[in-house]
């Protein structure tokens, strides 16, 4: 099994201020996904990086996959109480299982 | 487009009971995963169906089964609950393996 660390655990920030969360792992991932969950929903897929080096942007939200493709980070800029949620990063597997870390839980204050 | 709809959203169970919970899928997808989620395990695989077979499997135990029908709607059903099984089951459909999941909204399940 291909384990996803994840870190920090819990981020707890004001308005405007940058963050960037890690997701580090032992192995070689052919892709990672990066997930946001709000409270009393599912989690809904931010993006899928599948490139060495790659950096994806959405927002003010930057996703980059490690040059060995074993670490993957999410940094957000001037967040929002909006991107208040669970951040979870996960690779798929076999048939139709996703493998998840343990996630990240921000709270961004107004 | 209708997203991922599980019913119902919450549930209070007794130990020791049975419960079945159901999933109906995007149109057109054909693969169904379901999910539990709790806050010291994280998000954990329960299994995969697609054509309604079982492709998958996570690491349950057998009080843990699930089924799919032609029309890709699926439905778990977990047999003599233990406060344990607490949990938000997530159910995600997918065209296919490797292809995007989209995840429905969860039923909170509280067994008491």
């Known amino acids: 099994t291909q384990l996803l660390e994840q870190s920090p655990q819990f981020l707890s920030i004001q308005e405007g201020e940058n963050l960037t969360v890690y997701c580090n792992s032992s192995?070689?991932?052919?892709?990672l996904q990066w997930y946001r969950q709000e409270p009393g929903e599912g989690p809904v897929l931010l993006v899928t990086v599948v490139t060495g080096g790659e950096v994806k942007k959405l927002k003010r939200l930057t996703f980059q996959f490690g040059d060995a493709r074993k670490d993957s980070s999410l940094h957000i800029t001037a967040a929002q109480p909006g991107d208040t949620g669970l951040y979870l990063c996960?690779?798929?597997?076999?048939?139709?299982?996703?493998?998840f870390g343990q996630g990240t839980i921000l709270t961004v204050h107004p | 487009k209708a997203g991922v709809t599980q019913t119902p959203r919450y549930l209070i169970k007794t130990r020791g009971q049975q419960v079945t919970l159901s999933c109906s899928p995007i149109s057109g997808h054909r693969s169904v995963s379901w999910y539990q989620q709790t806050p010291g395990q994280g998000l954990q695989f329960l299994f995969e169906y697609f054509s309604e077979t079982q492709r998958n499997k996570g690491n349950f135990p057998g009080r843990f089964s699930g089924r799919q029908f032609s029309n890709s709607r699926s439905e778990m059903n977990v047999s003599t609950l233990e406060l344990g099984d607490s949990a938000l089951y997530l159910c995600a459909s997918s065209v296919n393996m490797n292809t995007e999941a989209f995840f429905g909204q969860g039923t909170r399940l509280t067994v008491v």
């Open positions: 192995s070689v991932f052919s892709s």
């Open positions: 996960g690779h798929p597997t076999s048939y139709g299982k996703l493998t």
